[in-house]
Each structure stands twice: as C-alpha cells, then as structure tokens.
C-alpha cells in the first residue's frame, strides 16, 4: 500500500503564478485534508472533504480551491500564488473515527 | 486564539531520561487527544493518543496523561532514546471529528 501520496515535493513559484498541489490514497478513505505547517503555528487545516463531491473549508482557506471527483484523489490548487502561501503542505485522508494518515509533504515557496 | 497550544518549541533530554512534553488547550468539547511525531521531510505519524473519559494511556515507552481540570495533556518519553529526537504535535478532535493541531516541541535526546 502506498498510503497517501502527495506530488511534488518540492515547488518554487513567482508570485502570481498557478499551480495544483496533488495528492492520492488508496486505502479507500472517505475523508481526505489539507493542511499548512508554518514555524511555531502547528498544521493547520485549509480544506477538507468527507467524501467525493464534497468539500468545506478549514481555518485558513483563503486563496486556495479543492474539489473532489474521486475517492482517491484531492487536489489543491493556488489561483495566484503569494509569498504568505510559502509553507510546508501536507495531505491526510481517514477512515471513520480511525487516526489519520499523512502524505510527506510538498515544500512549496513563493518568490 | 489558539485552541491547543505547546508553550515549549524545543526540549533537550541526555539519552536514558525522561522526557515530558506539555499542551493545553481551551476547548472543553474536544473528545479525544493525539500525539503526532514528525521526523524532517516526513508527514506527522501518529504515536499515541487518549479518550477524555480517560486519564491515563500507556503503549510501551509513552505515556500520556490528561488533566481534564485543568485542559493540560503531557506525554512522557522513558526512556529516552536518540531515535526519539523529532517534533511532537499534540492534536485535539472535536464532536466534528476534526483534528486541532499544537505548534509542535522539537525534541532534542542527546547521546
């Protein structure tokens, strides 16, 4: 099993520039997120899905869109990339009320 | 204001000792309590967590230990080890099944 997979690992963007962070699980989990980690403040949690159709958004949403065609995937896309939006982003998908199970993280800075 | 809050970023313990890793928090809802470790370029793997009917959770080395009273979780390391050396997210659930994450301590178990 590969778990949750997130592509790319690393990213360098201009200031302004799109792009879509993946991520994939295949362990058939109806509940998958996105979260930021940032010196001292923790992940904290941009959007989330319960399943495929759905999305809602977390505590730090701004300037980011999900969507959720499939069970096993759940994209994040930055519209218009920022400086502010340099971070550490890192996927997780659950099964029920068991714990989640992260990605290893995609290194994104904005120039 | 942040819900769950880990006063200390790092923590240096000599190999053999224990170590003891503190969070608070300020949500009295929260249900459940997790700890997460996180090596470099790593995603967060859960390490240990406890219901809030409890007090107490042991599993081998790590303890945890809630307060309800007081909002105050801490996780206990013993012994120490080198391999023990990450940082350690403490994270709360809520009715909403979602997870609120602490800023993390870096722990440091020096040979």
């Known amino acids: 099993n590969a778990g949750v997979t997130q592509t790319p690992k690393f990213q360098v963007l201009k200031t302004g520039q799109s792009m879509t962070l993946q991520c994939a699980q295949d362990m058939n989990h109806e509940y998958m997120s996105w979260y930021r980690q940032d010196p001292g403040m923790g992940l904290r949690l941009i959007h989330y899905s319960v399943g495929a159709g759905i999305t809602d958004q977390g505590e730090v949403p701004n300037g980011y869109n999900v969507s959720r065609s499939t069970t096993e995937d759940f994209p994040l896309r930055l519209l218009s990339a920022a400086p502010s939006q340099t971070s550490v982003y890192f996927c997780?998908?659950?099964?029920?009320?068991?714990?989640?199970?992260f990605g290893s993280g995609t290194r994104l800075t904005v120039v | 204001d942040q819900q769950v809050k880990q006063n200390s970023p790092s923590l240096s313990v000599q190999e053999g000792r224990i170590s003891i890793l503190n969070c608070d928090y300020t949500n009295s809802m929260f249900d459940y309590f997790l700890w997460y470790k996180k090596y470099p370029a790593e995603g967060p793997t859960f390490l240990i967590s406890i219901s809030s009917i409890k007090d107490k959770n042991e599993d081998g080395r790590f303890t945890v230990f809630l307060n309800k009273s007081a909002k105050h979780l801490s996780l206990h390391i013993v012994p120490s080890q080198p391999g023990d050396s990450a940082v350690y997210f403490c994270a709360a659930r809520d009715a909403g099944n979602m997870l609120t994450f602490g800023g993390g301590t870096r722990l440091m178990v020096k040979p």
């Open positions: 997780a998908s659950r099964r029920g009320n068991y714990g989640y199970t």
